[in-house]
């Protein structure tokens, strides 16, 4: 039985030295290891310690996500999401498979921390405020509007005891950039600091992802990644989602410093420049958009809160109108989930 943490992974790729060493630290830990198939993954994929899914194993869950989905696709890291609540997760802690994590990705997470919060309102290029001084690129994060990138404002922080519901990780060695930061340097070796926390709500975005992040129970509604969107806009939309809702209800989403380094798979960079066009034009329209929306206060409306976010962004033409199908089914899943719990 394991003690109530997951970590969750969807992977097309052969088993690597990454993920044995993700199996072999979750079976020390008793923490649940969860890996999602899709139809490109290896047809014998064996791993010493875990589950894994392919589609076959994935229908065979009842769950009517599982179903529907459609196949190559990252949003089926969502049944992932499901599997783990089903077998009794309270935190999920999702990442990649070419993410190698150092030995204090494995420390249990905490729910209370000492943030620096900072006096701002709009985006927030948090990627400045994390590197080495010595570093003299100017570096950004994924899905952080044009505008925001070189913004000049001097932000003042204030530390705060906080209680964050989403805890964002970095990544060192080939961190979370877009695919222009990727052109622009061809050999990107990173290093954040260590000990960093900075506390995100109310008026404040910066955009999270899914190399390195943890969601706490309250939060898990909020997990899902959607499906009528490339690849690298699924879990950038997904973040800031998730951060309206949030920000709305003063609850946090803390960015913590990096323990996972990544060695990234091969990707052609143009491609990823092509995926991450509605990334570059749309951040700042879906934020405001969002904005506008009259959410309700408390956890309990986070589901309602959600699914009207959706019903907007659909539309506005954000989103095909067949992600709302899918919300539900993500909904329908999670309220049997619940009510077996």
Not at 186 to 199: A, M, R
């Amino acid at each position: 039985m394991h003690n109530h943490t997951a970590v969750i992974i969807t992977t097309i790729n052969k088993v690597s030295h990454n993920l044995l060493n993700i199996s072999k630290n979750c079976k020390q830990n008793k923490w649940l290891f969860v890996l999602i198939g899709d139809k490109k993954s290896p047809k014998n994929f064996k791993i010493p310690y875990g589950k894994y899914f392919d589609i076959s194993a994935q229908k065979k869950t009842n769950l009517s996500l599982a179903n529907n989905l459609p196949l190559n696709s990252y949003s089926r890291k969502n049944i992932g999401y499901l599997v783990a609540i089903m077998n009794g997760a309270k935190n999920i802690i999702e990442t990649d498979d070419d993410n190698f994590p150092y030995k204090s990705f494995f420390k249990q997470r905490q729910e209370i921390h000492y943030a620096n919060i900072p006096k701002c309102k709009g985006f927030f290029n948090l990627y400045k405020y994390c590197h080495d001084k010595n570093y003299n690129s100017s570096i950004w994060q994924r899905g952080l509007p044009f505008d925001e990138i070189e913004n000049k404002n001097k932000i003042k922080f204030y530390k705060k005891k906080i209680k964050p519901l989403v805890l964002q990780g970095l990544c060192d060695g080939d961190p979370d950039v877009d695919a222009i930061y990727r052109i622009l340097n061809k050999k990107i070796s990173h290093k954040f600091k260590k000990n960093i926390n900075f506390g995100i709500t109310n008026k404040i975005f910066s955009p999270t992802n899914s190399q390195n992040t943890t969601w706490f129970y309250k939060s898990f509604p909020l997990m899902y990644l959607p499906t009528y969107c490339s690849m690298r806009a699924t879990d950038i939309w997904r973040g800031y989602i998730s951060q309206v809702i949030l920000n709305n209800n003063n609850n946090y989403t803390l960015f913590h410093g990096p323990n996972i380094k990544q060695i990234r798979n091969h990707h052609d960079l143009i491609k990823d420049l092509k995926d991450e066009f509605e990334v570059y034009k749309n951040s700042k329209n879906i934020v405001e958009t969002l904005l506008d929306l009259d959410l309700k206060k408390g956890e309990k409306n986070f589901v309602d809160n959600l699914n009207k976010c959706y019903m907007q962004l659909c539309k506005r033409g954000f989103f095909h109108k067949r992600e709302l199908k899918l919300l539900k089914y993500w909904i329908n899943d999670l309220n049997f989930i619940f009510k077996a719990a």
